[in-house]
C-alpha cells in the first residue's frame, strides 16, 4: 500500500516561490517514477511534472522554466520548486505515483 503525503502549500504573491514536498510509504521508493499533479477550480487534474527513477524530468509547457521537480531516494521525498509563480497556478496540488494519490496540497497565488 503506497501511501502520499503533500506539505508545503500556502498563500504567496505573484512572482512568489514555493516547495512543495511529498513523503512516500510503502514499496521501494527509488524503483518508481514520481508526479505532481495539480486540480483548478472548475477544471480537470492536471500535470505538472514527473521524475523518473532515471531522474529524467517531464513538464508540462505552462511550467517550463518556472517549477523544478526533484527526488531524495534516501529520503522518500519527492519535492517541487515553485517560482515565478501566477494567479493561474493557483490549484491543489497533488503527488502520484502509480495511480496513488496523496490528499493534496492548497496553493493560492494573489496580491
Known amino acids: 500500500q503506497v501511501q502520499l503525503v503533500e506539505s508545503g502549500g500556502g498563500l504567496v504573491r505573484p512572482g512568489g516561490s514555493l516547495r512543495l514536498s511529498c513523503a512516500a510509504s510503502?514499496?521501494?521508493?527509488?524503483?518508481?517514477?514520481m508526479g505532481w499533479y495539480r486540480q483548478a477550480p472548475g477544471k480537470q487534474r492536471e500535470l505538472v511534472a514527473t521524475?523518473?527513477?532515471?531522474?529524467?524530468?517531464n513538464y508540462a509547457d505552462s511550467v517550463k522554466g518556472r517549477f523544478t521537480i526533484s527526488r531524495d531516494n534516501a529520503k522518500n521525498m519527492v519535492y517541487l520548486q515553485m517560482n515565478s509563480l501566477k494567479p493561474e497556478d493557483r490549484a491543489v496540488y497533488y503527488c502520484?505515483?502509480?495511480?496513488?494519490w496523496g490528499q493534496g496540497t492548497q496553493v493560492t497565488v494573489s496580491s
Open positions: 510503502g514499496s521501494i521508493f527509488s524503483l518508481y517514477t
Open positions: 502520484e505515483r502509480q495511480g496513488n
Open positions: 521524475i523518473a527513477r532515471s531522474r529524467i524530468t
